[in-house]
């Protein structure tokens, strides 16, 4: 059955490249836990080969066909024709890119139709060339569109560079695991950049990518422990007519360089900078974001706990439709609005926000939380235009327990159910206070008033911060200054 939104998903960030997801449901903990095997192997990264034993193949005008498991070292130009591997299922094949032009025409300049585990290395001081030039003719029942394509695990390593050019749709396609250790790329197409549909791991390389479509994606949608991107490090400059980096369930990003550009082309219903329909976990990173659409967006959860980011948006800088978690990082941010979600969760990080509509928005967009936005550590600074504009907006309640919040805005605090200031600084306009004022002046239990009620106003509600919250590492529990607990989580 697949799984609930990522509001009820444990990330546990381990040591080394290793992520385990602990799935709250009743699938067995075990299962979920080497779920997403998010870690590089040796033959990942070494892109060593033996020159004896290894086959040479010097490219002309026909087709290169690999029937046997081995290592093939490729050189020359190869015009109208592709290099094709059909091998069992249980062989694997190198391919050894050592100054190679494809001009493939009208079909693919690699495909690999069958096989265990392909890998293609990229010789140390080469320039390789792939490119087509119209609608593709098929060979067989599969429906090649990539410069690229592949049936089987596919890994690229290697320190040389690869040039991908399409005019007709994508640049590399695997249809099971695309796994890139290193290289030098340098993709221009009209559909996709790079697309591994079990998933797309990424531990070095540097990446200069225009694609019509989405830059970087995996999308499998039929298995719940698929359809990831996974980024551990590498140099990313993107610019697309879609989404810059789109994984399915899983978009988990531990270190790296990224410039990413989205901008509206008619090729895509969506333009945003990082998108997953299920969680994104952002734990290192240097990122800097102009986006037609949302910058980072997750239909499910959203946390970050560290990284650069500098993010200018159309839309939301930073979005999720469930928990929106900041545990650090350095933001500066210029969108419609700042960071919106159901639960928007800051516990520390340098924060600085000009919007036109919200600051921050605690809108109701799912039922597993109440609309709250909380701050419990870090410096949050919010420029607000002029206007019907709210610094801080919630549907619901609104917590500050710590940190500061240094808002200049006509609208400081706008709330539905109740606000408490339990600690920490707010300045407003300048001028430091205890007060969160109602721009609605709505009821609620007030600014330092009253128990706190859970959604059917009792006061035994749970937020993220208590024993169910997501996350590893709970914050200090701030239940205690009325011996109840804050409403939130349901």
């Excluded at 094709?84 to 493939?104: F, H, M, N, P, R």
């Excluded at 719940?224 to 810059?244: P, W």
């Amino acid at each position: 059955m697949k799984k609930m939104i990522c509001v009820m998903t444990f990330l546990l960030l381990l040591c080394g490249c290793s992520t385990v997801i602990v799935d709250n449901t009743d699938k067995d903990s075990e299962d979920a836990a080497t779920a997403y095997n998010l870690s590089f192997s040796e033959e990942d990264i070494d892109a060593g080969y033996q020159i004896s034993g290894s086959t040479y193949i010097t490219l002309g005008d026909k087709d290169v066909s690999i029937t046997k498991g081995g290592t093939y070292i490729l050189q020359g130009t190869l015009s109208d024709a592709s290099v094709i591997v059909e091998v069992s299922k249980d062989e694997d094949v190198q391919l050894v890119l050592s100054g190679v032009t494809i001009e493939a025409g009208d079909f693919a300049g690699i495909y690999i139709a069958e096989g265990d585990e392909i890998t293609i290395t990229l010789a140390e001081g080469t320039v390789n060339t792939i490119s087509d030039s119209s609608v593709y003719n098929q060979i067989d029942s599969n429906d090649v569109d990539a410069l690229i394509y592949s049936k089987a695990d596919l890994i690229i390593n290697g320190s040389g560079s690869l040039v991908l050019k399409s005019s007709y749709n994508h640049g590399v396609v695997s249809k099971d695991d695309l796994i890139i250790t290193g290289g030098d790329f340098d993709i221009d197409v009209a559909g996709q950049g790079l697309s591994g549909k079990d998933c797309l791991m990424i531990s070095d390389g540097s990446f200069d990518i225009v694609s019509g479509k989405d830059a970087l994606k995996s999308d499998n949608t039929e298995d719940e422990y698929r359809g990831y991107v996974y980024i551990s490090g590498g140099s990313f400059d993107i610019h697309t007519g879609a989404d810059g980096i789109y994984g399915y369930n899983l978009v988990n990003i531990e270190g790296g360089t990224f410039s990413i550009e989205t901008a509206e082309s008619g090729n895509a219903d969506s333009y945003k900078a990082i998108k997953s329909e299920y969680s994104i976990t952002i734990s290192d990173g240097r990122f800097n974001i102009v986006s037609a659409d949302d910058g980072i967006h997750s239909d499910g959860d959203l946390t970050i706990s560290g990284g650069t980011f500098s993010i200018v948006s159309d839309d939301d800088a930073i979005h999720a439709d469930a928990l929106v978690r900041i545990d650090d990082g350095e933001f500066t941010i210029s969108a419609h609005e700042g960071i919106e979600g159901t639960y928007v969760l800051i516990n520390g990080g340098n924060i600085g926000i000009t919007a036109s509509d919200d600051g921050i928005n605690a809108a109701q967009k799912v039922s597993t939380y109440t609309a709250t936005f909380e701050i419990n550590g870090g410096y949050v600074s919010i420029n607000m235009g002029q206007g019907d504009t709210d610094a801080a907006d919630s549907n619901g309640y609104i917590y500050v327990n710590g940190g500061t919040l240094d808002i200049y805005a006509q609208s400081p605090f706008d709330y539905d159910k109740g606000a408490e200031y339990n600690g920490g600084t707010i300045i407003v306009n300048g001028t430091q206070t205890n007060q969160i004022t109602n721009q609605m002046m709505g009821g609620g239990f007030g600014e330092m008033g009253g128990k706190r009620p859970d959604n059917n106003g009792n006061s035994n509600g749970q937020y993220p911060g208590d024993t169910e919250a997501p996350g590893s590492v709970m914050p200090p529990d701030q239940g205690d200054h009325n011996g109840d607990s804050r409403p939130g989580r349901h």
